[in-house]
């Protein structure tokens, strides 16, 4: 009968290590890598990368859909970076209610297919991008200032200012 032998291997490449200088200090690395100077990479990349000019931002107020028992509709704000964002998105990120009962459960998670995140712009209009298509389509017949939340991009990546959006308007009263 035959016998078998097994050897043990490695699949993994073999190191190598670098000297420097007189000094016995190796480094191990792989093949096709380069020993690096850590002290010098990390002072000259805060020396060279030059200061990014910050962003405009967009604030935004959000208007509940019913007033509480003082009469007063509750407000809920939120900031982000011109045009970056559709309105959908930055409620959500905010935990902001977007949809109704119904909305919640029958909602076309922003494809612009079902009309469920309509919202109305009350203030800063100018600020966001013109009516799509899919908006006219499904807001023909109202008013202006209504908008889909999730076919809207807030800002335009230069302006900056405030939007006041008043959330499920169809049940303002």
């Given at each position: 009968?035959?016998?078998l032998?097994?050897?043990?291997?490695?699949l993994r490449?073999r190191?190598k290590?670098?000297?420097t200088?007189?000094h016995?200090?190796?480094?191990n690395?792989?093949p096709?890598q380069?020993?690096?100077k850590?002290a010098?990479?990390a002072?000259?990349?805060?020396?060279?990368?030059?200061?990014?000019?910050?962003k405009?931002e967009i604030e935004?107020e959000?208007?509940g859909?019913?007033a509480?028992?003082?009469?007063?509709?509750?407000v809920?704000?939120a900031k982000a970076v011109?045009?970056?964002?559709?309105?959908r998105n930055i409620?959500l990120?905010?935990?902001?209610?977007?949809?109704g009962?119904?909305?919640?459960?029958m909602?076309c998670?922003?494809?612009?297919?079902?009309?469920?995140c309509?919202?109305?712009?009350?203030?800063?209009?100018?600020?966001?991008?013109?009516r799509?298509n899919t908006?006219?389509r499904?807001?023909?017949?109202?008013?202006e200032?209504?908008?889909?939340?999730?076919?809207?991009?807030v800002g335009n990546?230069?302006?900056?200012?405030?939007v006041v959006?008043?959330?499920?308007?169809q049940?303002?009263k």
């Amino acid at each position: 009968m035959a016998a078998l032998n097994f050897t043990a291997i490695s699949l993994r490449p073999r190191e190598k290590s670098y000297v420097t200088g007189n000094h016995r200090n190796p480094i191990n690395f792989l093949p096709g890598q380069r020993p690096m100077k850590i002290a010098a990479a990390a002072a000259n990349s805060a020396e060279s990368s030059p200061t990014l000019p910050e962003k405009p931002e967009i604030e935004l107020e959000f208007i509940g859909e019913k007033a509480g028992s003082d009469g007063s509709y509750p407000v809920e704000r939120a900031k982000a970076v011109s045009g970056e964002k559709l309105l959908r998105n930055i409620m959500l990120d905010n935990k902001i209610e977007l949809y109704g009962p119904y909305g919640k459960v029958m909602n076309c998670g922003g494809g612009g297919s079902c009309g469920t995140c309509i919202v109305e712009i009350i203030e800063g209009k100018e600020l966001l991008n013109e009516r799509t298509n899919t908006e006219l389509r499904y807001l023909k017949k109202k008013p202006e200032s209504w908008r889909l939340a999730c076919q809207t991009i807030v800002g335009n990546k230069d302006n900056s200012g405030k939007v006041v959006v008043q959330r499920l308007p169809q049940w303002k009263k």
